[in-house]
């Protein structure tokens, strides 16, 4: 398999007490979060998804929308350790990861060398404009999000766990900065736009940031807790229509395949591989948990095709020209695909898709 998230233990159906936990956790953690974060619900929830999900994040907008204190927040209403790292132009991968140290003894005299833990040695990292650092130090997060480990030497050091990045980027200034490559961005489970507050919410913020009175968000989860929810949601069950449906979504954006749409083949340069598919099945689990059911719909893959297919996804220059983002393209991806079991089977067009 091409990620972590392969799973070949049969689902097993999860009782309705155990289906509620997920769902508690999230109305308590967004009651805490409230006291801090003015609205931003919707990016809240991907993240718990991804979370819930084992999965990582990469968080895009401009800058003053308070990611930073969002997910600082976050870790501490969930009681894990956290850490931030400012990526810079100069910095390096043993400064992310940590590094080897002759320590002496005064005793003896003796010298031996020591692993000094980078700031990557926490449970919620935020990896701050992880675009305006050179690909070397980009890469030193691989191994560290893919197999939770860090390798100094010929030694590794196995990361604590739940074990979250958060990366974030800056879509404004690109003048010196290293845009992420594809092998890196894949390894995200979502990357996720955090948008401008409305009206409403933009007054709540500045009447609450200006005044004397503040709040504390307070602990509702932890480490034990979050790890057992995640075994959780790979207990959810989920229906062969709606890994099919799945499937249809994510084979849509491959050029050049058969039954791919001839906009697809216009405005797309690159479709998304398999990882998006168990990412869309492991977040639809994570998201009927969290919205209280025990089993995913279709609904679930529509809502999170847009985060976990959008860094997946490269348009074209002819759809750059036009203004056409891949999000546009994904939803008319969805528009094109039909959501009932009998509609989808039945359709010549996914029968070419289902058949290559």
């Known amino acids: 398999?091409?990620?972590?998230?392969?799973?070949?233990?049969?689902?097993?159906?999860?009782?309705?007490?155990?289906?509620?936990?997920?769902?508690?956790?999230?109305?308590?953690?967004?009651?805490?979060?409230?006291?801090?974060?003015?609205?931003?619900?919707?990016?809240?929830?991907?993240?718990?998804?991804?979370?819930?999900?084992?999965?990582?994040?990469?968080?895009?907008?401009?800058?003053?929308?308070?990611?930073?204190?969002?997910?600082s927040t976050l870790a501490k209403t969930l009681d894990l350790s956290f850490s931030r790292i400012q990526f810079t132009p100069d910095l390096m991968p043993a400064d992310v990861t940590g590094t080897e140290i002759i320590e002496e003894d005064r005793a003896t005299g003796h010298r031996e060398l020591r692993?000094?833990?980078?700031?990557?040695?926490?449970?919620?990292?935020?990896?701050?404009?992880?675009?305006?650092?050179?690909?070397?130090?980009?890469?030193?997060?691989?191994?560290?999000?893919q197999e939770r480990q860090v390798t100094a030497g010929r030694e590794r050091h196995v990361l604590d766990d739940p074990f979250f990045v958060l990366a974030t980027q800056n879509p404004i200034e690109q003048e010196g900065t290293y845009p992420l490559p594809e092998a890196q961005q894949d390894r995200f489970m979502f990357k996720i736009f955090v948008d401008y507050p409305s009206f409403d919410e933009e007054f709540e913020v500045a009447r609450r940031t200006t005044g004397t009175v503040s709040q504390n968000a307070e602990r509702v989860l932890t480490g034990e807790e979050i790890l057992r929810l995640q075994h959780l949601v790979r207990q959810v069950p989920v229906s062969d229509h709606v890994i099919r449906y799945a499937l249809s979504l994510v084979r849509q954006t491959r050029v050049g395949s058969e039954g791919v749409p001839d906009f697809v083949d216009d405005l797309v340069g690159w479709g998304a591989g398999p990882r998006a598919v168990q990412f869309l099945i492991l977040g639809g689990k994570a998201r009927a948990l969290l919205q209280g059911r025990q089993h995913v719909q279709v609904e679930d893959i529509q809502a999170l095709a847009p985060p976990v297919l959008r860094h997946r996804m490269v348009v074209n220059f002819a759809a750059e020209s036009e203004g056409i983002t891949s999000d546009e393209v994904i939803s008319r991806i969805i528009d094109a695909t039909p959501t009932t079991e009998d509609e989808l089977s039945r359709d010549a067009r996914f029968q070419k898709i289902f058949a290559t």
Do not use: Y
């Open 115 to 145: 692993f000094m833990p980078g700031p990557l040695f926490a449970n919620v990292v935020l990896a701050d404009e992880i675009n305006r650092t050179p690909p070397k130090t980009q890469a030193s997060l691989l191994e560290a999000m």
């Open 1 to 71: 398999m091409t990620s972590d998230t392969s799973n070949n233990a049969v689902d097993a159906p999860i009782n309705e007490s155990d289906a509620g936990l997920l769902h508690a956790a999230r109305q308590r953690v967004l009651s805490e979060l409230g006291k801090i974060i003015v609205g931003q619900e919707h990016v809240i929830d991907e993240i718990l998804i991804c979370l819930f999900s084992r999965g990582h994040v990469l968080l895009e907008g401009v800058p003053g929308l308070a990611k930073t204190l969002m997910i």
